[in-house]
Structures are given as C-alpha cells and as structure tokens.
C-alpha cells in the first residue's frame, strides 16, 4: 500500500484494477491548506493519459508487475507468439502492444515480455539486435560520396538507410531504441 | 564508488553551485535590503528558539519531531507572546520546518520572515507590505516594474485586492460557498485561481472564511469571514497575514477545534500551546505577517524553481 506522500515520477500504481505509471508529478499547497498531489498518469495497457489529485490519506495499491525472459516464436493474424523459455509457456501480444518492436523481432529473438496480474500487456527488447538484409541495391562505386546512404530492406520487412557498403545477405547490428544502423556484423 | 565516479559527482557538485551563483549573490541582498527596511522603520530584530514544546495546531502543517519536542513550523506563537510582554515592532527572519513538503515551491526547511506591530489592522499591514516590497526592489537596483517567467508586474502602490468569495466567483468554476460544502477550495484555489493572481501587479487575496483562519481576527459585523490576507505575485503565493486574534476564549476554542480534526484524520496530535494562550490575556491588538524569502529570491531571480535560490536542497546533500 502507498499513501500519497509516496507519490512520485515512475511509480506504478493500480487504479480501477489497471496499472498506471505516473509520468509527471507536481506536490502543491495553497496557503496553509492540504497538500495536494497533481498527478500525470498513463495506463501501461491503453497508454490513455489520466490526470488526478490526490490529497494525503489517499491510498493506492501498488501495481506488481513482471518481467519475463521469452522467446519470440511467430505473428499469425495481428498477434505475436511468444514463449517462457523457462516453463515453455506460450503466450501472445496484440499488434498494438508490440508497436514498432515488430521491426526488430527476429525468430527465436530473447525479449523480456511483461506480465501484470498474469496479462502480458508490453514488450522490451534488447538494445542490440543482429538481422540479415533481405533488399539492397548494390553498391555503384564512384557515383556516391562519404556520408551517402541507401535504402535497404531486413529480414523482418523493416525499411531503413545504411551505408552503402551493406550488401543482401550481410548480418548487420540495430539500435533498437533509435532503430538505426550501427554496424556490420563481421561473420 | 570508484575514484572516477567520485570526481564526477564532485564536479557536478561544483557546476551546480557555480550555476546559482548569481542567485544566491542576489538573495543575499535582498535579505540584506529587508533587514534595512525594517531597521529604519524602527523594528527590533529578534530570534526565538526553533526548538518548541507545542506548535501551532494548524490541520494541514505538520511539524517535525525533535526528542520530545518540535521544530517550529512559523515562529508565530513565540513572537506573539512577545507582543503580549510589550514588545511593540519586532521581526525575525528564520529557519522553518514542514513535514512531507516539497515541490517546486516547496523544501521541508526553508525561510520565513515574519513581522508583527502592535495597534495596526491588517488594512495598515497591507500598506507596509507594498513599501518592503518597492524598497527592496529599488536596493537590488531592479526599479518599479519585475519582469517574473514572462510577465511584467508593476510593484507600485496600491496593488490588486480581491475578496477570497470574489475571486472563486471571477476566476473558479463554483462558488466559494459551494467549494467550501464539496470540501474542494484547495484545489480550485491551486487549479483555477492562483494562475490569475498578481499577473500585471502583486495581488492581495483578503478575507478568509472563518474556518479557514486559525489565528486571525473576524471581520467586525462580518464575522464569517477573518481579516487574513496573502499576497501573490506571478501566481506565486509570496505571504500570509492577519489582524491578530487576541481573545484567549475564542483562540481555545479553534486550537480545540482543529486539534480535535488533527486527531480525527489521524495526525500527530501537538500538545495545547497553554503558556501562548495565557499570553494572549496580555496581548494588543495587532497584524503579524509570514513571507517566504525563499520564494521573493525566485521571484526576484526570476526562477520558477525553489531548488534554484537555495545552497542545497535535501536531495542534494
């Protein structure tokens, strides 16, 4: 249990059985009147923004959340199969709660999917991850200079510019916060 | 820690200080502009102790426990009973102490000044604060206009007065007398009022509702109200001030009162303050007043964090 002096940027609490992050904080206190707690919330399953206030004696149960170490399997149908390579259990994550991590999802890829109440609601994926170059044009020596870039396609159907060295078939490292380039992989 | 992150941390230590250099240069001036104010208007300088057996049993402060006593939350108590011993000017400018408060305006010790005349109401007290204000204003060389987080707010005399009712009806969306019922006047003051307040001159927020004012004077022939003030520049909340209560029968009663919703709502409960009480038989009439040099040094500074015009915050130590 929280009460509300404990409220603070990142905490995750449970509002109307969902768990919500507070994602800005402001303590106030008019004159010599209650403290009041002004909160920025966003649901970690809808991504709906709330805005609250809270006074002190206002309690709030903590939202237990947790994170699990899953394999990804495959996509059917706008959902995505993951596994607990501990347990072999399976389950999946709508498109939605994927979102652009789909253009780093890699078969067998290890993530750590996260769990509220049993309900996996969102996914995180290593910083790093290596994928092969389905789509390039190749490399016209001479007609680019230093700094060019050109388009390419990778294995999860991912679109994005490298350099122009990078050939089809080259296993290259992404950053998947940015979702950039950063390296080939020397095989 | 290894060495490396040591000297980081040191260096950013030293950026932080470096960075508020010139704030805690003009804070000091002010303060030193405040004490001539009050030293040519023929005020006694005082200190009281911070360490007290019984603070102020305001619902919404909570002192900080000390061994078996208190760190003073206001020295109010102790420089009232001094009034009541015939001390007639004195001010104080001291270290407070608040439970649990921090935010952007807010540390758990920060600084008050407080001064208190005996035989002036709270109209008059008004009046001085416009004057501390220009004359300090003038000594930091800043002149009679204050640019504060966009807004240019003229520090010349007569500033804004506004009733609390009048503005709930300007400015919120209920009445004042509905806020009150609904138990929601803190947040509409905060949400829909403040912002309003002192944006083109400072403003004076006047005559609280009675259950709204723990030790300031009724209204004569209004006696839902008290003769409390606060002042707000920029929408920041500068000081609070009162017509002094000084009958001991009605002050018992609301200590009483409010210790009795302390208790209630499951707050520490503080001792009666009895050797003030007693004092009170003795005291003149009177207008006492609490400013946060804290927050005149952000306003001054133009800075719209606390954290800005101080050495160190907590977190920072």
Redesign the interface.
């Known amino acids: 249990m929280y009460n509300a002096s404990d409220l603070r940027k990142g905490l995750k609490i449970q509002i109307d059985n969902d768990p919500y992050v507070i994602i800005e904080f402001q303590f106030s206190k008019p004159g010599k009147g209650q403290s009041l707690y002004r909160c920025k919330l966003r649901n970690m399953i809808t991504d709906v923004i709330l805005d609250r206030t809270y006074r002190s004696g206002d309690t709030f149960q903590p939202a237990v959340l947790e994170e699990r170490k899953m394999q990804y399997l495959y996509e059917q149908e706008n959902e995505f199969c993951f596994m607990d390579v501990e347990n072999y259990e399976q389950t999946f994550l709508t498109a939605d709660q994927v979102g652009d991590a789909k253009n780093f999802l890699t078969d067998n890829l290890e993530v750590e999917i996260l769990f509220f109440e049993d309900k996996a609601i969102g996914i995180t994926l290593p910083n790093f991850v290596d994928v092969t170059v389905t789509k390039a044009d190749p490399w016209a020596k001479g007609d680019s200079v230093a700094g060019d870039t050109k388009p390419i396609t990778v294995e999860t159907g991912y679109l994005l510019r490298v350099p122009p060295f990078v050939g089809e078939g080259d296993r290259i490292t992404l950053d998947t916060r940015t979702g950039e380039y950063v390296t080939r992989v020397k095989e | 820690m290894s060495p490396g992150l040591k000297n980081r941390s040191s260096l950013n230590e030293q950026r932080r200080l470096a960075a508020r250099k010139q704030h805690l240069f003009l804070r000091a001036r002010m303060v030193q502009a405040i004490r001539q104010f009050f030293i040519e208007n023929d005020y006694l300088e005082v200190e009281t102790p911070q360490l007290i057996p019984a603070p102020s049993p305001?619902?919404?402060?909570e002192a900080i426990r000390a061994g078996n006593q208190f760190l003073h939350t206001s020295p109010e108590i102790c420089m009232k009973q001094m009034l009541g011993a015939g001390y007639t000017k004195i001010f104080q400018i001291s270290k407070c102490f608040r439970q649990?408060?921090?935010?952007?305006?807010?540390l758990p010790e920060f600084t008050l000044l407080e001064w208190y005349r005996t035989g002036i109401d709270y109209n008059h007290l008004m009046k001085e604060c416009e004057a501390l204000i220009l004359w300090v204003s003038r000594n930091l060389d800043m002149g009679e206009k204050l640019r504060y987080q966009g807004m240019d707010i003229d520090l010349k005399a007569p500033w804004e007065r506004i009733s609390v009712s009048e503005a709930f009806f300007r400015y919120a969306s209920l009445s004042l007398e509905m806020a009150l019922k609904k138990g929601t006047?803190?947040?509409l003051?905060?949400?829909e009022i403040?912002p309003h307040l002192g944006v083109t001159k400072p403003t004076f927020l006047c005559d609280y509702p009675v259950s709204?004012a723990?030790l300031a004077r009724l209204k004569p022939g209004n006696p839902d109200f008290a003769e409390r003030f606060?002042i707000f520049v920029g929408g920041l909340?500068l000081a609070?001030g009162f017509s002094e209560l000084t009958d001991p029968q009605e002050q018992r009663a609301r200590f009483e009162r409010d210790l009795k919703q302390r208790c209630n709502?499951?707050k520490q409960v503080y001792p009666m303050a009895e050797t003030f009480l007693k004092s009170l038989e003795h005291m003149p009439e009177a207008a006492g007043i609490a400013l946060g040099i804290d927050r005149l040094a952000m306003i001054f500074a133009n800075r719209s964090k606390i954290d800005h015009v101080v050495s160190f915050t907590p977190e920072e130590l």
Not at chain 2, 100 to 106: A, T
């Open positions: 305001e619902v919404h402060i649990g408060e921090r935010g952007n305006l807010h006047f803190d947040e003051m905060v949400n403040e709204l723990a606060e909340e609070n709502s499951g």
